[in-house]
């Protein structure tokens, strides 16, 4: 493995193959850091994990995930945010939809080039939500609102760090 | 002729038609939600997967706040407990008078043969954490439907009024705060008896008294107290302090800003009153005088 800047990473290292249940597991560790009691500026700036989580296995394993984890996902969030019933169903559908149309392009691209798209597609997917909320009578809170976007973005490479970690062959100690 | 696939490339429904699936499957949600609430129990349904999520979520919250109590300093006991022995006493005077209060007015409504103030209960809660959904101002209760916490019950603290309960799952409750935008609170004025609508703006802090002429009788610094007129809040709580009054005779409404009371980010704990005695059946209009119905619920103005 080699350590330096994250423009170096390659996305396209050899990985072991995923097992679904490495991709539940993920999904559900993101749904509990969603789930956190978080309050003030630090809810404010969170990312959306499952948001971030979903998008990470549309774009680099989407023949293994679709739309309907992304939509159960967004029918919880929307139970834990006490937000509309089907909001986030619908901005991670839309969201597994982008994911999975571009996955061939953003994955041609290095970690930073990456973020680009991700922010842009995270950035959709709030705007989703909030044309939802609009059309509902709600009112944009504050240009703070797509701050989650921004530090979802920029989480993208410790997300790729983290997801592949488990998934890089170990080293064969007969193999020197 | 019509070219098909061989089976072995088969990949099931285009992604196009898969996303308007599920976008059309959560719009009919959404729909259903916003308009007629069609999705409450199914919400309880999915409340009751996710509570032991949520549980262990709030694990490491509950350790550090845990260790940091552990380390309370002997000077801040020392003086909340002074704090509360003083409160203590000066509220056990007020009560002292209160009881003769309350003999002398159950007489004198049972001489006016009026009807009889309901006893109330109350359910002391803790608040778990304030809501994620940025576009409303809530907070989550750790007491729920296996509490006997009611939809609609009004949440106070120990200054004033905090909000209303506005969802009740089973074991925790969502309680919309008055600085919440949908949430509108009848107040009367103290001094002077006035009535008014308080409505939340959205954020903490501040609150609009909206609908009242521009040459009102209001002042910087009246207080306003539920009114008791709606059936959801009692009589008499604290909600609010006048903190800016701007009258400008070019609008037919002055501009009235107050600051609440209560702080739901000051303390931990609060009570949920009991839901009030149902009021009597609003009078049926007649065929023959039959007006044009007034828009309680307009939100336009202000």
């Known amino acids: ?176 | 002729m019509e070219y098909t696939p061989p089976p072995f490339f088969k990949r099931g429904p285009s992604l196009l038609t898969r996303l308007s699936f599920f976008a059309a499957l959560s719009l009919i949600l959404l729909y259903a939600d916003a308009r007629f609430h069609y999705m409450e129990s199914m919400r309880k349904v999915v409340a009751v997967v996710l509570y032991p999520l949520q549980q262990l979520a709030s694990v490491p919250g509950e350790l550090g706040s845990r260790v940091s109590n552990f380390f309370v300093t002997q000077s801040s006991l020392q003086r909340d407990n002074e704090r509360l022995a003083r409160d203590n006493f000066l509220n056990a005077g007020l009560l002292q008078t209160q009881q003769a209060l309350i003999a002398e007015n159950l007489h004198l409504r049972a001489l006016l043969e009026m009807q009889e103030r309901v006893e109330q209960s109350s359910v002391a809660a803790e608040v778990l954490y304030f809501g994620r959904d940025p576009f409303g101002r809530k907070v989550i209760l750790d007491k729920g439907q296996m509490q006997d916490i009611e939809e609609g019950a009004a949440v106070v603290d120990d200054t004033g009024l905090i909000g209303q309960v506005s969802r009740v799952y089973p074991w925790t409750s969502e309680v919309a705060l008055i600085s919440d935008r949908e949430q509108v609170v009848p107040v009367q004025i103290v001094r002077n008896g006035l009535r008014a609508v308080l409505f939340g703006v959205g954020y903490d802090g501040a609150l609009d008294l909206r609908f009242m002429p521009v040459n009102a009788e209001i002042e910087n610094g009246d207080v306003l107290v539920t009114s008791g007129i709606d059936g959801v809040y009692p009589a008499g709580l604290p909600v609010a302090v006048v903190s800016n009054i701007e009258r400008n005779a070019a609008y037919p409404f002055a501009r009235i800003t107050c600051t609440p009371t209560a702080g739901v980010n000051r303390y931990k704990q609060v009570l949920v009153l009991s839901r009030l005695a149902p009021l009597p059946d609003y009078p049926q209009a007649t065929e023959s005088s039959k007006p044009v119905k007034p828009r309680a619920k307009s939100r336009k103005g202000g």
Do not use: C
């Open chain 1, 1 to 176: 493995m080699r350590i330096g800047g994250f423009g170096h990473i390659s996305s396209e290292e050899i990985l072991l193959p995923v097992r679904p249940a490495y991709i539940a597991l993920t999904l559900l560790g993101a749904l509990m850091l969603n789930l956190l009691p978080l309050t003030g500026w630090v809810l404010a700036v969170r990312p959306d994990f499952v948001a971030l989580a979903l998008l990470y296995w549309g774009i680099h394993q989407p023949r293994k995930i679709g739309f309907f984890p992304a939509w159960l996902l967004g029918l919880a969030m929307d139970v834990a945010d006490g937000s509309l019933f089907g909001q986030h169903a619908l901005a991670y559908s839309a969201m597994m939809f982008a994911a999975i149309f571009l996955h061939r392009r953003v994955s041609m691209f290095d970690l930073r080039h990456q973020m680009l798209h991700v922010l842009v597609i995270l950035l959709a997917m709030q705007l989703i939500v909030l044309g939802v909320r609009e059309a509902a009578g709600g009112e944009l809170p504050g240009w703070w609102y797509f701050l989650s976007s921004a530090t979802g973005a920029l989480l993208w490479p410790v997300t790729h760090v983290v997801f592949t970690a488990p998934l890089r062959p170990r080293h064969d100690p007969d193999d020197v």
